[in-house]
């Protein structure tokens, strides 16, 4: 099945600081979604991003399916950011998600 | 934006047995997931269930196992004779092009 790893497995920096998360996956794949979960536990979607780049607020993605990555930026932090970042790599055929193994990011204020 | 709801949000149960998570999926997607998170690591896939059939399934869902759709509503899961290491957080999803989750309900067995 199709491996996802992500990068870096633990990130913490001061509150206005931007940062970049990167997803490697193995194969090809449908489509790539990023999750941020939360601190009780609910997982947000927060992009849904085949290929190219999208925007929503202070967050941004960008897929280049051809070299089976993507990244997620994440300008201005805040405190609220705080969380797990996973990617989710999907399968042809079946919608199946294999998710990666996260970045723990920390905002200190 | 349509939500997933899951319940119950926490259950604690004893060692060997039962156990019925319940999922209200997203009423017009057609593809439903159950998904577990085990403390501290990442989230794995269980289970796939379209047009009323399993579609897929990992090798942690054997026997124990088990997943159905009652009422044309609901999704459940059923976990026999509940372990100490299935205690997780267990997730329903729908998918249309974007995957949706549920808030989850955290098992813990004792």
């Known amino acids: 099945g199709i491996q996802v790893e992500q990068s870096p497995p633990d990130l913490i920096l001061q509150e206005g600081a931007n940062s970049t998360l990167r997803c490697n996956f193995s194969?090809?794949?449908?489509?790539l979604q990023w999750f941020h979960q939360n601190p009780w536990g609910q997982l947000i979607n927060l992009f849904y991003?085949?290929?190219g780049t999208k925007q929503n607020g202070r967050l941004s993605a960008t897929t280049v399916a051809t070299e089976r990555y993507s990244l997620l930026y994440i300008s201005s932090s805040q405190t609220t950011d705080s969380g797990v970042y996973f990617c989710?790599?999907?399968?042809?055929?079946?919608?199946?998600?294999?998710f990666g193994t996260g970045t723990r990011l920390t905002i200190i204020p | 934006e349509p939500e997933v709801t899951q319940t119950p949000s926490h259950q604690v149960t004893q060692m060997g047995q039962e156990v019925i998570l319940r999922c209200v999926p997203i009423?017009?997607?057609?593809?439903f997931y159950w998904y577990r998170q085990i403390l501290g690591q990442k989230v794995e896939f269980l289970v796939s269930?379209?047009?009323?059939?399993?579609?897929?399934k990992s090798e942690i869902f054997d026997d124990q196992f088990s997943v159905e759709r009652p009422d044309g509503s609901n999704f459940t899961l059923k976990i026999r004779s509940t372990k100490l290491e299935d205690s997780a957080m267990y997730f329903c999803?729908?998918?249309?092009?974007?995957?949706?989750f549920g808030q989850g309900t955290r098992l813990t067995v004792v």
């Open positions: 989710a790599a999907v399968n042809f055929g079946n919608e199946k998600l294999t």
């Open positions: 194969d090809s794949v449908n489509n």
């Open positions: 991003i085949p290929s």
């Open positions: 009423s017009n997607h057609l593809y």
């Open positions: 269930f379209y047009n009323n059939e399993i579609s897929e």
């Open positions: 999803a729908t998918v249309s092009g974007k995957a949706f």
